[in-house]
């Protein structure tokens, strides 16, 4: 009963390298997301998957890419990191449309960009 | 646009107290939902209380109620007898039925003071 996976849990980079975040829900849920929490910023979101196939751009999308692999999985991309992106990020999956509509949360990544 | 406005960084409340967190929101959508979560230093999200903006009754789970006032936009959180493990960072949110995004506001750090 893991819920919403997502690894690592602390990362740091270098400014200009690059890392993968991976989240994977085993919840069959149709949607996914990604945020970012930041201070006295509350949880901004940066990509989201309404379904499998879909991807769309939330309010904070400069600087990353998505991947919605399957139903299951849905990863975060920096490119070229920088220091704007130390950042807590989370993943989170919702059943998307359902009358019990709610988001369910992974444990988070912590990320420094030095 | 949709939006949710948090306009209390920190509050603190003694052991057993009875404290409330303030949220306004704003949609044009009809059919909306809105929630509390519930950010422990453990930095898990957890999901406090949900409520479906159709229902006219105001949602509640033990000690934590809410205040829905749908004319005004206003979406407020009671906690009553106030415990230690109530602190946390409490974040409100809000998605419309359709859209499959969450907005949700900056967080009100809710400290209990023994």
């Known amino acids: 009963n893991a819920g919403v996976t997502q690894t690592p849990k602390f990362q740091v980079l270098k400014t200009g390298q690059s890392m993968t975040l991976q989240c994977a829900q085993d919840m069959n849920h149709n949607s996914m997301y990604w945020y970012r929490q930041d201070p006295g910023m509350g949880l901004r979101l940066i990509y989201y998957s309404a379904s499998e196939g879909t991807t769309d751009k939330g309010e904070v999308p400069n600087g990353y890419n998505v991947s919605r692999l399957n139903k299951r999985e849905f990863s975060l991309r920096l490119e070229s990191a920088a220091p704007s992106q130390t950042s807590v990020y989370f993943c989170?999956?919702?059943?998307?449309?359902?009358?019990?509509?709610?988001?369910?949360f992974g444990s988070g990544t912590q990320l420094s960009v030095l | 646009a949709q939006t949710v406005t948090q306009s209390q960084p920190e509050m603190s409340v003694q052991e057993a107290e009875t404290v409330t967190l303030s949220c306004t929101y704003d949609t044009s959508e009809s059919n909306y939902y809105l929630f509390w979560y519930k950010q422990p230093p453990s930095r898990q999200m957890i999901l406090v209380i949900r409520q479906e903006a159709y229902k006219q009754q105001n949602a509640t789970e033990n000690r934590f109620s809410v205040n829905f006032q749908k004319a005004a936009k206003s979406f407020s959180l009671k906690i009553s007898d106030s415990q230690l493990g109530d602190t946390a960072m409490y974040f409100c949110a809000l998605t419309t039925s359709g859209t499959y995004k969450y907005i949700f506001g900056t967080g009100t750090r809710l400290k209990v003071l023994a």
């Open positions: 989170a999956s919702s059943e998307g449309g359902a009358s019990n509509e709610k988001l369910f």
